[in-house]
């Protein structure tokens, strides 16, 4: 079985930073890209950025020169560093990966998702 936990969301004023984590745990054969989303009230969930195993990087372009993306790969864990926060970043964030589970007889990638992880930008 195959988890993703994330931590460190919370409450932040306007132009703070957070960092989220995500750990991945249980029969990890493989782990491939790696993302994070997110998910306002009321609105559709929607991509933030991407980390591939080689450490390529994509964002979101409201995200971009203010959220940075990283993996511990030894950890399997990945990072969502966050600055210059506005209200409009305020959401649940979520961790998505593409893992390969030694339990799966055929080797197949799928896609976990961690339980979200709340981010509020108020003063």
């Known amino acids: 079985q195959v988890q993703l936990v994330e931590s460190g969301g919370g409450l932040v004023q306007p132009g703070g930073s957070l960092r989220l984590s995500c750990a991945a745990s249980g029969s990890i054969f493989s782990i491939n890209t790696m993302a994070w989303y997110r998910q306002a009230p009321g609105k559709q969930r929607e991509l933030v950025g991407t980390?591939?195993?080689?450490?390529?990087?994509n964002y979101a372009d409201f995200v971009k020169g203010r959220f940075t993306t990283s993996r511990d790969n030894a950890k399997n864990t990945v990072y969502l560093q966050m600055n210059s926060l506005k209200p409009e970043d305020t959401a649940v964030y979520y961790c998505?990966?593409?893992?390969?589970?030694?339990?799966?007889?055929?080797?197949?990638?799928?896609?976990?998702w961690g339980q979200g992880t709340q981010v509020t930008v108020s003063s």
């Open positions: 998505n990966a593409l893992i390969v589970d030694y339990s799966d007889k055929y080797r197949l990638q799928r896609a976990y």
């Open positions: 980390i591939t195993s080689g450490g390529s990087t």
